[in-house]
């Protein structure tokens, strides 16, 4: 029931420092003409104003000053990169691809475009070419523990646990004490059926971050539904479910809590819970109302849920 961490979350201050990265390499055309130099707008400098727009969060403006940029010199490197991640940003996979690809075909050996193209053919559920991807990456930096954390989430959207595994331990070699791959490798464990290794990637995560909210949720869930009794723990799961509902309220979170009340007795809680998240959804996101109306059945029923 419960996901592994989505990959993609661009932080603003990674986007500044990648840019300041880029200048000397923006263009295979880095002198002025005669006019150029006359004129104060330069391709830098509309480059920098899309960079600035991106960092406030207005996507449009700073994908019309990429495409000023791409004007001024079809070659600018750069624009082609941040406008791909404000695609990522609008939710719009396909046009990232295709920026992505011209920026490697501008620089064959740039592993953060192949790492970031990885990223979006995974929002295209395109798990084997976001693989090829990742796998590049590593062959060009074999201590990119980005690329190899991403590669797990790959393989475990696959179904390919042991691949899972190895990938998110090799990152873990190499970013030790980083939560979301504790958590991501506890997801891919719990999907093998090894509860009790789940359980203690989970509770590292959460020493690593004790305010990751995902991880509480995630251990909440497995205590609250596993279907091995010696793991279950509801008390210890409506605990850490209040705790996950503090730092971050949402649907999937109020399951869970519904999940630590029925494991717990206390079913009216849980009908309670189930029907505000139902009301909230109204006719969205189909697949997952349809998945908590079963849960509200079971507990209307008097019955716990039990994950697989």
Same mark, same amino acid.
């Given at each position: ?93 396909? =046009? *990232?691809?295709? &920026? %992505? $690809? /011209? !920026?490697?075909?501008? @620089? ?5 475009? +192949?790492?970031? #193209? ?10 084997? =070419? *976001?693989?090829? &991807? %990742? $796998? /590049? !990456?590593?062959?060009? @930096? ?5 690329? +190899?954390?991403? #590669? ?10 042991? =691949? *899972?595994?190895? &990938?998110? $331990? /090799? ?10 791959? +504790?958590?991501? #490798? ?11 290794? *789940?359980?203690? &990637? ?13 991880? +509480? ?92």
């Amino acid at each position: 029931m419960k996901k592994m961490i989505r990959i993609l979350s661009l932080s603003f201050l990674i986007l500044i420092i990648n840019a300041l990265l880029f200048i000397g390499c923006h263009s295979r055309n880095d002198s002025l003409s005669d006019e150029q130099a006359a004129n104060p707008i330069t391709p830098k400098s509309v480059f920098d104003e899309g960079v600035a727009w991106a960092g406030k969060g207005d996507y449009d403006r700073a994908i019309k000053a990429f495409n000023k940029v791409l004007k001024m010199d079809s070659l600018y490197t750069g624009a082609y990169f941040y406008r791909a991640q404000m695609w990522e940003e609008k939710r719009n996979p396909k =046009k *990232a691809i295709s &920026d %992505y $690809t /011209k !920026v490697l075909k501008l @620089n064959p050996d740039l592993e953060r475009a +192949y790492n970031y #193209r990885g990223n979006a053919w995974q929002m295209r559920g395109k798990f084997d =070419k *976001a693989i090829a &991807d %990742y $796998t /590049k !990456v590593v062959e060009l @930096n074999p201590n990119h523990s980005e690329a +190899y954390h991403n #590669r797990g989430n790959a393989w475990g959207k696959k179904g390919d646990y042991e =691949k *899972a595994i190895a &990938d998110f $331990t /090799k990152a873990m070699e190499l970013s030790p004490g980083e939560a979301a791959i +504790y958590d991501n #490798r506890g997801s891919a464990w719990r999907k093998k059926g090894d509860y009790g290794r *789940a359980i203690k &990637d989970y509770v590292r995560a959460l020493e690593a971050n004790p305010d990751f909210a995902v991880t +509480y949720n995630n251990l909440a869930w497995l205590l609250a539904t596993c279907p091995v009794p010696e793991y279950r723990s509801g008390i210890k799961a409506l605990r850490l479910a209040q705790k996950a509902l503090e730092l971050t309220p949402d649907a999937s979170i109020l399951d869970t809590l519904a999940a630590a009340y029925a494991e717990v007795g206390k079913f009216e809680d849980a009908v309670r819970v189930m029907q505000r998240i139902i009301t909230m959804m109204g006719n969205g996101d189909a697949e997952n109302l349809s998945i908590y109306k079963k849960h509200l059945n079971a507990y209307k029923e008097g019955k716990p849920w039990r994950g697989k």
